[in-house]
């Protein structure tokens, strides 16, 4: 198993930025996906910002422009810069990895732990 450690979240102004880092405690063999999802209160989880393998990158119509996803394979880790936050941004924000580990046969889908951004004045 894999675990996902999601961090960087906070209370942040409205306008403010924020950089959410989430670190692999394994290595992968090879990843068909990497992103960021969402939950606010009484809301269904929302894919933010996405990255497949070939590098490319889908954002939510919502923070496209304002937000950025990259990894740092050195590190084994993947950022979500988040910039021109909005109250509306307030969410616990998940950590999703859909990728094969070294010395298994298959892909699996992992999630972090979620960590709290709190967008208000």
């Given amino acids: 198993q894999v675990q996902l450690v999601e961090s960087?979240?906070?209370?942040?102004?409205?306008?403010?930025?924020?950089?959410?880092?989430?670190?692999?405690?394994?290595?992968f063999f090879s990843i068909n996906l990497m992103g960021w999802y969402r939950q606010a209160p009484g809301k269904q989880r929302e894919l933010v910002a996405g990255l497949i393998s070939?590098?490319?990158?889908?954002?939510?119509?919502?923070?496209?422009?304002?937000?950025?996803?990259?990894?740092?394979?050195?590190?084994?880790?993947?950022?979500?810069q988040m910039n021109s936050l909005k109250p509306e941004d307030t969410a616990v924000y998940y950590c999703h990895v859909n990728g094969r580990l070294y010395f298994s046969s298959v892909s699996s889908v992992y999630w972090g732990q979620g960590t709290q951004v709190t967008v208000s004045s």
């Fill in 8 to 27: 960087g979240g906070g209370l942040v102004q409205p306008g403010g930025s924020l950089r959410l880092s989430c670190a692999a405690s394994k290595r």
């Fill in 54 to 80: 070939s590098g490319v990158t889908n954002y939510a119509d919502s923070v496209k422009g304002r937000f950025t996803i990259s990894r740092d394979n050195a590190k084994n880790t993947l950022y979500l």
